[in-house]
């Protein structure tokens, strides 16, 4: 009977919210818990109610059947704040019982021994930057273990300031680890590691790690890394530096470090190349000519226009076939032009691809695709299957137009254009859509934006949204995007940042919508209309107080507010105390509202401006919005300034309890505030 109820609450709580429900109840269910699902083993607090987590961060470290039992750690979540620094304080307080003279100021914690020996697996999210104390903590006390086989870090921007700390641990301490991430959520540098500071530390080689994926800096930091993993087998990387814009590239590293020689799969989620520099991706990839199985390229050229110097498919051709045991490609090719290409060229690209190489070829047939950005001013590339979950596509209008080497389109019948377009679907995580101004949006783009059988997929459009058809949303239902983003043209960066674009697609983690126009227009209404699916809205505060005036009565509107269950309001336009007294009271009025947002449970406010009256308005719209807190169920409450220049910040916890009569309950709050973040997890007790 007790294992019936434990299947049955199982389906509905986290992990941990049954570990901590039913714990120590009796000694049948803690047998079962134990047996059956692990108890001491697995502890995941990403998703878990405040009260689970305080609860296991305080007995977790400071139980025997746990530091000596527990296999696998998954921590860190943005919404619900605090989750990483609440294990800390647990750590720290059970170290303290264990040895009283410990401090955090004494740096004792660097020779002792680590909390969990039998951990495995280690999976964080740093969602703000930490400081040195809290990063060794995490390091040498938590996954020091010598047990470690798998760490996994996504971590925030300001985090890469700690890259040494994390490579030090990596080849000083995490002797036997077989899997490595390291990643960043947000547009920044990555990791850097130079080899100066890997001969001062004493680096050894690292003989057990067989899987990286990482964001890094610049090709330096590429090559003095594999010269340290000479048993790697899989390398996923990303590096965030142009190379050919500057000529800090030291080329003497390529003959002074070693590299692995077991590498079957590598791929290059992002790689840029200014001018006719090509032979740098040559050089990295040619390392691994004989062992190489599987190479994915996302590759990046500012290559101006200039013909003789694209890399194309006769430059792709060249660089495979020297690699001798090449048995599967994937590749997206960004080329940039100054002015628009004739279609001569577009076709000369792709009749590139009709040759005997890419239709019957070592690799068999490889289908590709060609099209031009009218906005970006980029040839775009792509073969299929897409395969780049990381990057986010861009297209246009003219995206009907593409050229296939293989014309599939003769599979097709009427206006469906989705069968020859599905294949670049299924790997696609993030489309971008550019109209011109007034431009008409062909019903054949949005039958062939159609691809029900994917699902969780992000739709971003820029300010200028296109014209729809008459109607359209009665032929056409995008369900397979969940996610939707309305952009303002100037965040579409003139140097083509592919990757500010796919990162704060990450950014936003579940469902946005970005709308930065003053108005929401008919235009608007329609896509919503069109995409159904929309649970979070990402959107600019004089923006929402224009829907506030102007809009409010709306029917289809109110329709798609019902639906959110999260808001990101941008609020760089309040500069000023009396901004924030002239929006405040209405703003609030309308957002808290249980009849218009009915499913409302998160909500962030974030790019205040760093000014001395941020803190005031915040104090203010917190006492509001806790003093009305029977007129909403809020779970999560952030706000967060433009960050300064400070690279360690401060942060301060605090609990307490809010009683409500009407209706009857008692809200339970975590606060946690730091330099330029409070954060709120508030849940009814």
Known sequence: MCNEILLCIWDYLSSADVIYSFSNLNTRLNCLLSEFYGLYKKLDLRYCSLAACRFLSRIVPSTSDWYFGLTVLKLGNSARCSQIELFLDGVIKSLVEQQGNFSRNTKSYKHLKPIFPQLTSLHISLTRLFDEDSIDILLSVIAGGAKMRRFTCHACPSQIHHSQPFFDWLFRCSTNLAHYRLQISQLDDGFQLTYEHTINQNYIPHYSLAYLKIDILDLNTFYVLIHYLPKLEHLDVNITKVMGRTDDFDQTLIGKCDYPKNLRVLILRHFQVAGPNCFYLDQLVEKFHNTLEEFSLFFVHFCDGQLDICFDSHRLATLCNRLTHLKVLHFAIHLRFLARPSQQILYHFIKGFQTSFWLDGPLGQMRVCVNYHQLLDFVQIFSLPYKFYDNTLYRTTDFVDTLFNVDERIQMTGNDLSFAFKSLWCGMRCLLMCFLEKEEIPISLLYALQCPS????????????????????????????????????????????????STFVRYISV?????????????????????????????????????????????????????????????????????????????????????????????????????????????????????????????????????????????????????????????????????????FWMENR
């Open 454 to 501: 994917n699902r969780n997929q992000t739709l971003a459009i820029t300010g200028t949204k296109g014209i729809m058809p008459n109607d359209i949303y009665q032929c056409v239902q995008l369900t397979q995007f969940t996610s939707v983003q309305l952009l303002c043209e100037s965040e579409i960066t003139t140097d083509y940042n592919i990757q500010r674009m």
């Open 511 to 679: 469902f946005v919508i970005a709308i930065t126009q003053s108005s929401i227009n008919n235009q608007t209404i329609n896509w919503f209309r069109l995409l159904p699916n929309i649970k979070s809205l990402f959107v600019g505060l004089c923006e929402l107080r224009h829907w506030i005036t102007n809009d409010s009565h709306n029917q289809y509107l109110n329709t798609f507010l019902q639906r959110l269950d999260g808001i990101f309001i941008e609020c760089s336009s309040i500069t000023n105390e009396y901004l924030n007294e002239e929006m405040m009271i209405p703003f609030l009025s309308f957002i808290l509202n249980k009849q218009r947002f009915s499913q409302l449970e998160y909500l962030r406010f974030f790019q205040f401006q760093h000014v001395s009256s941020a803190w005031c308005i915040i104090n203010k719209w917190t006492n509001y919005i806790l003093n009305h807190c029977n007129e909403h169920q809020l779970k999560y409450l952030q706000f967060s300034l433009i960050e300064n220049d400070q690279l360690l910040t401060n942060m301060k916890t605090a609990d307490e309890i809010i009683t409500i009569s009407d209706p009857p309950r008692i809200i339970d709050i975590h606060r946690s505030v730091s330099n330029n973040n409070i954060s």
